[in-house]
């Protein structure tokens, strides 16, 4: 059908020529009352806004059909309603997940998060735990509780509702939870502080609630919380933060643990290397009214621990365990672990058949003194410097402890800013130290400047970290332990938390300015006597100071069978002016390496 123009159609509009018209969007069709030019209906475009108006003028019967189908009614009403929908689920989602780390439902946010370990899963007994023998012992009353538990209520007897243990990191306090729970056969809850703190206040005390009433249901069980000090920390009586969501969780934490008892078989485990944190509540009798210290292992419990993570690596036929355990006083089980992977990984890159000694040692050094830094190479000059320096701890050392062995001497670049660094360790734990054991140490830190200022005559550098461990030893002598007739046996300082390196001073409106003042005097004159000592026995033996520095500017690096040819020189040679005595170890771990 062809289309007639507007201005026609409106033409036979006028002249009544019009019988009916249909409107689709911007057409007009329609039936004229007679035929014109042959034609009974017609078609035409552009309709005007106001052509409705023409129409009623006229007496026109009109209609109106749209164009639109359904694809095109749901792009334009239903798309966007969709899209609308879809944005706010994707942004509840992502909120979900943040909140719950780890996704689920809005329903499940309030939900305890605690992995549940049935009785194959747990897979871990005390077979698997070493060094920590009295530790285990203290725990295995609770295995025969889980086991015995209709005996025990036939006696009327009760067991502790929590257990803490206490102990540095890496010394096995999950582990220890996780083989109670394989040695009891019971299902084993495991959670940490952190889980429960949320930033909604609510949500972490009702994912306690629901971790006790999952508890209930599968008693007897073991509830275990590590890091308890994320969520039980001690509140404050400030205002600004009485109601907040840590305690409000800790606060129902209390209340679970007084309202269920443990005649059930639920027995709550927690850890933590924090106990100086939580919360008075939570330690009261009735709660965790027993604490289990989980200590760094000893000599026979680092060798059993090595035994336990060298079962799935191939060892030389000469490596001791016992030997290894002797040069790593200190390590807790995780840094076992990691010594033994180390170890591993060097032997990979040796390409070498077995883990022998020298893996374990070249280990060693990597985690506790650095990288070597091949590319950092030092001018002769400053070998020279680093030499004596080293030499000078090294004699000393020797002279004043023969019973620590001297292991090895580097001048080798390690690490961050290290120019070289000796190895000395124990043969044995110590934990109790003298005043002389105390002096004896200062001596071996401060010898390195003695013996640069007794050869080059001038101040370095290079003693900065030894000072800094020197004036610690006097400090503490000075300001804990008593050891100065000025000051008489008097602590002016907190002791330290035995699982931080943190300690406190007492408060300075507490200490005079005169006794502020002694204490400064006692630790200068401290630390200075014990530089003397080191400077007068390294003069009296310049000779040997002499050749086991040239010694070590030579090769670099000098074992411990290399070091002995040139230290036993010593032996006849001490100086009466300076005693030997015995250099014990406080924390092993402080002073393996002196730099």
Same mark, same amino acid.
């Given at each position: 059908?062809?289309?007639?123009?507007?201005?026609?159609?409106?033409?036979?509009?006028?002249?009544?020529?019009?019988?009916?018209? %249909?409107?689709?969007?911007?057409?007009?069709?329609?039936?004229?009352?007679?035929?014109?030019?042959?034609?009974?209906?017609?078609? !035409?475009?552009?309709?005007?806004?106001?052509?409705?108006?023409?129409?009623?003028?006229?007496?026109?019967?009109?209609?109106?059909?749209?164009?639109?189908?359904?694809?095109?009614?749901?792009?334009?009403?239903?798309?966007?309603?969709?899209?609308?929908?879809?944005?706010?689920?994707?942004?509840?989602?992502?909120?979900?997940? *943040?909140?719950?780390?780890?996704?689920?439902? /809005?329903?499940?946010?309030?939900?305890?998060?605690?992995?549940?370990?049935?009785?194959?899963? %747990?897979? %871990?007994?005390?077979?698997?735990?070493?060094?920590?023998?009295?530790?285990?012992?203290?725990?295995?009353?609770?295995?025969?509780?889980?086991?015995?538990?209709?005996?025990?209520?036939?006696?009327?007897?009760?067991?502790?509702?929590?257990?803490?243990?206490?102990?540095?990191?890496?010394?096995?306090?999950?582990?220890?939870?996780?083989?109670?729970?394989?040695?009891?056969?019971?299902?084993? /809850?495991?959670?940490?502080?952190?889980? &429960?703190?949320?930033?909604?206040?609510?949500?972490?005390?009702?994912?306690?609630?629901?971790?006790?009433?999952?508890?209930?249901?599968?008693?007897?069980?073991?509830?275990?919380?590590?890091?308890?000090?994320?969520?039980?920390?001690?509140?404050?009586?400030?205002?600004?933060?009485?109601?907040?969501?840590?305690?409000?969780?800790?606060?129902?934490?209390?209340?679970?643990?007084?309202?269920?008892?443990?005649?059930?078989?639920?027995?709550?485990?927690?850890?933590?290397?924090?106990?100086?944190?939580?919360?008075?509540?939570?330690?009261?009798?009735?709660?965790?009214?027993?604490?289990?210290?989980?200590?760094?292992?000893?000599?026979?419990?680092?060798?059993?621990?090595?035994?336990?993570? !060298?079962?799935?690596?191939?060892? *030389?036929?000469?490596?001791?365990?016992?030997?290894?355990?002797?040069? !790593?006083?200190?390590?807790?089980?995780?840094?076992?672990?990691?010594?033994?992977?180390?170890?591993?990984?060097?032997?990979?890159?040796?390409?070498?058949?077995?883990?022998?000694?020298?893996?374990?040692?070249?280990?060693?050094?990597?985690?506790?003194?650095?990288?070597?830094?091949?590319?950092?190479?030092?001018?002769?000059?400053?070998?020279?410097?680093?030499?004596?320096?080293?030499?000078?701890?090294?004699?000393?050392?020797?002279?004043?402890?023969?019973?620590?062995?001297?292991?090895?001497?580097?001048?080798?670049?390690?690490?961050?800013?290290?120019?070289?660094?000796?190895?000395?360790?124990?043969?044995?734990?110590?934990?109790?130290?003298?005043?002389?054991?105390?002096?004896?140490?200062?001596?071996?830190?401060?010898?390195?400047?003695?013996?640069?200022?007794?050869?080059?005559?001038?101040?370095? !550098?290079?003693?900065?970290?030894?000072?800094?461990?020197?004036?610690?030893?006097?400090?503490?002598?000075?300001?804990?332990? *008593?050891?100065?007739?000025?000051?008489?046996?008097?602590?002016?300082?907190?002791?330290?938390?035995?699982?931080?390196?943190?300690?406190?001073?007492?408060?300075?409106?507490?200490?005079?300015?005169? %006794?502020?003042?002694?204490?400064?005097?006692?630790?200068?004159?401290?630390?200075?006597?014990?530089?003397?000592?080191?400077?007068?026995?390294?003069?009296?033996?310049?000779?040997?100071?002499?050749?086991?520095?040239?010694?070590?500017?030579?090769?670099?690096?000098?074992?411990?069978?290399?070091?002995?040819?040139?230290?036993?020189?010593?032996?006849?040679?001490?100086?009466?002016?300076?005693?030997?005595?015995?250099?014990?170890?406080?924390?092993?771990?402080?002073?393996? &390496?002196?730099?």
């Amino acid at each position: 059908m062809d289309r007639m123009p507007y201005s026609e159609f409106k033409y036979h509009l006028e002249k009544g020529d019009v019988k009916s018209v %249909t409107i689709r969007g911007e057409t007009a069709s329609g039936e004229f009352k007679n035929p014109v030019d042959g034609k009974t209906i017609f078609q !035409t475009t552009v309709v005007p806004p106001d052509l409705s108006n023409e129409l009623d003028k006229y007496d026109i019967v009109y209609a109106s059909e749209g164009q639109s189908t359904f694809l095109g009614n749901f792009v334009l009403f239903f798309l966007p309603t969709l899209l609308f929908i879809g944005f706010w689920y994707f942004i509840l989602r992502r909120g979900l997940k *943040g909140m719950n780390a780890g996704g689920g439902s /809005f329903m499940s946010i309030g939900k305890s998060k605690a992995k549940i370990y049935v009785e194959k899963d %747990t897979k %871990t007994t005390f077979k698997d735990v070493a060094g920590a023998d009295e530790a285990l012992e203290e725990l295995r009353e609770i295995i025969d509780f889980l086991k015995n538990t209709d005996q025990v209520k036939s006696l009327g007897g009760k067991m502790p509702k929590g257990i803490l243990l206490v102990g540095s990191p890496g010394t096995g306090k999950t582990l220890i939870a996780k083989a109670i729970a394989g040695e009891a056969n019971v299902p084993f /809850f495991s959670t940490s502080g952190a889980e &429960f703190v949320e930033m909604f206040v609510g949500v972490g005390a009702a994912r306690v609630r629901d971790l006790f009433e999952q508890a209930k249901k599968t008693a007897p069980c073991i509830i275990f919380i590590d890091e308890l000090d994320a969520m039980g920390k001690t509140r404050h009586s400030n205002i600004m933060s009485g109601n907040d969501e840590k305690e409000q969780t800790l606060n129902q934490l209390l209340v679970e643990m007084d309202g269920f008892d443990t005649q059930g078989g639920i027995i709550i485990l927690a850890a933590t290397n924090r106990p100086e944190m939580i919360d008075p509540a939570l330690l009261r009798a009735g709660r965790f009214d027993r604490q289990v210290v989980v200590d760094k292992p000893d000599r026979k419990g680092r060798t059993d621990i090595l035994r336990i993570h !060298t079962k799935k690596v191939k060892l *030389g036929p000469n490596v001791e365990l016992d030997s290894i355990a002797a040069i !790593t006083p200190g390590f807790t089980g995780a840094d076992l672990a990691n010594l033994v992977n180390e170890a591993a990984i060097i032997a990979m890159r040796d390409k070498a058949d077995a883990i022998v000694l020298d893996h374990f040692t070249r280990a060693m050094e990597r985690i506790v003194a650095g990288i070597e830094k091949k590319s950092k190479v030092l001018s002769p000059k400053e070998k020279e410097i680093v030499s004596y320096h080293e030499m000078g701890h090294a004699l000393v050392g020797y002279a004043l402890n023969k019973d620590d062995k001297i292991h090895k001497i580097s001048i080798i670049p390690h690490g961050i800013g290290s120019m070289g660094y000796t190895i000395q360790h124990p043969t044995e734990d110590r934990y109790i130290l003298t005043k002389e054991d105390l002096e004896n140490k200062m001596s071996v830190f401060m010898a390195g400047r003695a013996s640069e200022m007794l050869v080059f005559g001038h101040l370095s !550098t290079g003693a900065s970290d030894d000072l800094v461990k020197a004036t610690s030893i006097a400090r503490e002598m000075v300001m804990r332990f *008593g050891m100065t007739s000025e000051l008489g046996y008097v602590a002016y300082e907190e002791p330290s938390s035995p699982f931080l390196n943190t300690k406190e001073s007492l408060s300075s409106a507490v200490l005079s300015d005169e %006794t502020i003042n002694e204490i400064d005097v006692n630790v200068k004159r401290i630390v200075m006597n014990a530089y003397e000592r080191a400077y007068e026995f390294l003069d009296n033996h310049r000779p040997i100071l002499n050749l086991a520095a040239k010694t070590l500017m030579e090769k670099e690096t000098l074992s411990e069978d290399e070091l002995h040819k040139v230290l036993k020189l010593l032996d006849e040679k001490v100086s009466d002016s300076l005693p030997v005595t015995y250099q014990g170890k406080q924390d092993p771990a402080d002073e393996s &390496f002196i730099h």
